[in-house]
Structures are given as structure tokens and as C-alpha cells.
């Protein structure tokens, strides 16, 4: 089961910066937490993850609150070809290298709808 | 050049068939898998596998078998084909145990009829 939480949709004005909330209230100390994103009818993307630090790369933000309980995925100029679903996933690294090193589970995401 | 293939990308068949899918990745990651996607859309791991370990979903029936032939290659052996077993189905590898994200392949649609 999922361990995360997220509102099933969300819309977002062409230009305007999307902020995705994800609540992971049982989140343990290893856990990273990951997004990912699955445009219609391809494979999930991976867009970011981070531990307890905030993490930006080229594609997005991500913002994780001091008891790491929650974060916010920020994309900061969302375009129409960002209409998605993101998925919010906490996993932990094992630490060795077997296959079960950590395993994404995905829920059922935010609904993107970027609006021109 | 594409970091995750799977072929084919669309396959029909009969109930009661066998058939594979194929998946190969030139990142030169360690663990591979392969997730189910069904009408409902949601995402579920299948296995996970590298050279060491195969992990299996206990929630997938034995007619579902993984197979690699070397590290690249992982590929999705079904037998006795049901209805129930239509949806798509995605292909992804990591670099083992580093926390990194997962490179998933475009996917191959099965529907059997």
C-alpha cells in the first residue's frame, strides 16, 4: 500500500507555477521521497527526490517540510505539456545491493491539468 | 538511442496463448523490473531482478515469469493467457540500492481477446 496521500486532481494556469502537496505522515528516518510523473500513454518520468534537504533540478523543486511528514512538488513555469499525473512515492535504499533494494510503490496520484 | 526498449509495443492474442515480452536497457543499471498498469491505471511492481535476486510480487500468478539472459535483458513470459491479464504492462531499471530514480520503458499494451 501506498504510504503517501495526495489530492486526486489539480488545475494550474499555463505559465503559473503547479505546487503538488503530498503528506507522508509515517515517513521513517531512511525513507527517501521520490515524484515521478506518467504522461498519457507513455512510462512514468522521474522528476526529483530528496531525504530532508529541499532539491531543485532542471525539471522541478522539491520542498520537504522540517519533520519531513510532507513536501510539495513545485514546478515553477508549468507549460501544457506538464498536464500529468504525479505520483508522490516514500522508499528506502536498502543497503545492499539485492533487487528488493527498494521497491516503488505506486498510489494514485494528482491529476495535472495545466489550462492554457 | 532509447535508455529502456520494450517490444513489442502493442500485442493481441487469444485466451489460452503463451506469449513474451521483451525489455533490454544500455544504462548499464544492475536491477531491472516489470510493473502492470490496468484499466484502473494503477501502477503495480510485478518483480524486481538483478543478478543476484529475483523478488517477486506475492500477488502475481505463476504464470507470469521473468527471464533474463544477461543483466540487460529482462523479459515477461505469460502463460495460458486470461482475460484478466490485458493491460499495460511497463519495464524500468535503477542502479541497485542508490536511491536514485527508476528509468521506465514506453510500455507494451496486451490485450487478449
Known amino acids: 500500500d501506498a504510504k503517501t496521500t495526495q489530492p486526486p486532481s489539480m488545475d494550474c494556469a499555463e505559465g503559473r507555477a503547479a505546487n503538488l502537496p503530498c503528506n507522508h505522515s509515517t515517513i521513517s528516518g531512511n525513507e527517501y521521497v521520490y515524484w515521478y510523473r506518467q504522461i498519457h500513454s507513455q512510462g512514468p518520468q522521474y522528476i526529483i527526490h530528496?531525504?530532508?534537504n529541499n532539491e531543485t533540478n532542471e525539471m522541478a523543486s522539491l520542498i520537504i517540510t522540517e519533520d519531513r511528514k510532507s513536501s510539495t512538488l513545485i514546478l515553477p513555469h508549468a507549460t501544457l505539456r506538464d498536464t500529468a499525473v504525479y505520483y508522490c512515492?516514500?522508499?528506502?535504499?536498502?543497503?545492499?545491493?539485492?533487487?528488493?533494494?527498494?521497491?516503488?510503490?505506486f498510489g494514485k496520484g494528482t491529476k495535472l491539468s495545466v489550462i492554457p | 538511442d532509447t535508455a529502456v526498449s520494450q517490444t513489442p509495443k502493442y500485442l493481441v492474442t487469444q485466451m489460452g496463448n503463451d506469449k513474451s515480452i521483451k525489455c533490454e536497457q544500455n544504462l548499464g543499471h544492475d536491477t531491472m523490473y516489470w510493473y502492470k498498469q490496468d484499466s484502473k491505471k494503477f501502477l503495480k511492481i510485478m518483480f524486481s531482478?538483478?543478478?543476484?535476486?529475483?523478488?517477486i510480487n506475492e500477488t502475481v500468478p505463476n504464470r507470469f515469469s521473468p527471464k533474463s539472459p544477461d543483466k540487460a535483458h529482462l523479459n515477461l513470459h505469460i502463460n495460458s493467457l486470461e482475460l484478466g491479464d490485458s493491460a499495460v504492462y511497463f519495464c524500468a531499471s535503477s542502479p541497485s540500492g542508490r536511491g536514485v530514480g527508476y528509468t521506465f520503458g514506453s510500455g507494451t499494451r496486451l490485450t487478449v481477446v
Open positions: 530528496g531525504l530532508k
Open positions: 512515492i516514500v522508499s528506502a535504499p536498502s543497503s545492499y545491493s539485492g533487487a528488493g533494494s527498494y521497491q516503488l510503490t
Open positions: 531482478y538483478n543478478n543476484k535476486e529475483l523478488i
